[in-house]
């Protein structure tokens, strides 16, 4: 430093500055050129090595370097350069002046410390994208994982710059941050609570993104669209966001579709009342009518006279066999439930091979639509409580 300094000062001289200026303009002309030298070294980072380390990755094939050399990254390594040439050539400009050369170095650490957090979290936000885009975790809810690990970088770094400003070890308040946890924990309960909860609903896999939930509780159902570290919002079928707390979900209990769309069948499960007025024998003329149709292959008979109903079910059962949008490879049958007054309900059970809503909804419309036009040809007749129309006929 002395060797510096002493060729800075025989310069100033051969320049014809006088003795009682010297110390102050070769201060200042040192300091002129570290400015110039942090600030020619950044261009020169921005200029040239950004955008060849940006044509690097470019001509690569795989995605992981676009995000994790991407502009927010190499942007704070940028930003990086300026104060750490900074601090390394600052005590050549302030030699002889300890307290003003610590006051800039510590100036500078901070500036160094609050990048590096940025670089730290962009670097985060890249591992995120990337991971959110792998076929491997695609479909887990790593959200609140980064959040979390964000949040500790960000904690250690002010506890560096807090450091920093009163000139102690971090160590030592970290150890004084042992008699605050209390009050820690009571602050940050939510974020403590959503990160465990967050936790046991990736490692359990009980919630991804692009579920269908229901949480009648939180006025939710819907699709998941976010997670994060303290909540997980929810598009509702009429468009309204839903906002639910992470540990709700783990203490509460919940509706999840995942598993229906993974089976890749959607249950049916809906009944229409047959008057039982209409339930009779069949006559001998009926019986010959059915007998030649197709679907009377596999009928078997239960004796001397066959109930209207019975062959009912048989062809109901025939029908959804062979429906091309009915899932046949799962539970499919046609039962009856408890009589009551309002008739005799017959209950179709079965599964649609599309789980999409629009889809499923119009597969059951077309499957009543088809029974009660069907009802009449075996002499049935859907119960339906009298209307005042018909209390006009009657009278």
């Not at 000062?9 to 303009?25: A, H, N, S």
């Not at 927010?72 to 307290?99: D, I, K």
């Not at 997980?232 to 966001?241: P, S």
């Not at 979900?249 to 009342?273: A, H």
Request: net charge neutral.
């Amino acid at each position: 430093m002395e060797t510096i300094n002493e060729k800075l000062e025989t310069l100033l001289r051969y320049l014809g500055v006088e003795d009682g200026y010297m110390t102050f303009v070769q201060r200042v002309a040192l300091i002129f050129i570290i400015v110039v030298l942090a600030y020619v070294s950044e261009k020169i980072c921005r200029k040239c090595l950004v955008p060849v380390i940006r044509k690097v990755t470019a001509k690569t094939q795989s995605v992981w370097d676009d995000y994790l050399l991407g502009d927010e990254v190499l942007g704070n390594v940028c930003h990086l350069v300026f104060p750490v040439v900074v601090s390394a050539l600052a005590p050549h400009a302030f030699y002889g002046a300890g307290g003003l050369s610590d006051f800039i170095g510590d100036i500078c650490w901070i500036y160094i410390t609050i990048v590096t957090v940025k670089l730290i979290c962009g670097i985060f936000s890249a591992l995120y994208r990337i991971s959110s885009e792998h076929e491997k975790f695609r479909n887990h809810s790593l959200k609140a994982f980064y959040q979390m690990l964000k949040l500790v970088t960000i904690c250690i770094g002010v506890i560096v710059v807090i450091s920093t400003l009163i000139n102690k070890n971090p160590l030592a308040i970290l150890t004084g941050l042992g008699a605050g946890t209390a009050i820690l924990m009571l602050v940050f309960q939510d974020t403590i609570k959503g990160l465990v909860a967050g936790i046991q609903l990736t490692v359990n896999d009980m919630l991804r993104p692009g579920d269908w939930i229901a949480m009648p509780k939180y006025g939710a159902d819907g699709s998941v669209i976010e997670v994060t570290l303290t909540t997980v919002k929810v598009r509702n079928w009429d468009n309204t966001i839903t906002t639910v707390p992470p540990f709700a979900l783990v203490n509460d209990s919940f509706q999840n579709w995942r598993g229906m769309f993974e089976s890749g069948g959607r249950r049916v499960k809906r009944s229409i009342n047959i008057d039982m007025n209409t339930v009779t024998f069949c006559t001998e003329e009926q019986m010959a009518g059915f007998r030649q149709q197709p679907w009377m292959a596999g009928f078997e008979p239960i004796g001397d006279k066959e109930v209207n109903l019975y062959i009912f079910r048989h062809y109901l059962e025939h029908y959804l066999g062979n429906h091309a949008k009915v899932n046949k490879e799962q539970t499919m049958m046609v039962r009856q439930l408890q009589p009551t007054a309002e008739g005799l309900p017959l209950e179709l059970y079965f599964f649609s091979a599309d789980t999409a809503w629009i889809n499923y909804e119009r597969l059951q419309a077309e499957v009543f639509d088809h029974i009660l036009a069907v009802l009449p040809q075996f002499g049935l007749r859907v119960f339906q409580s009298p209307a005042g129309r018909d209390l006009s006929r009657i009278n």
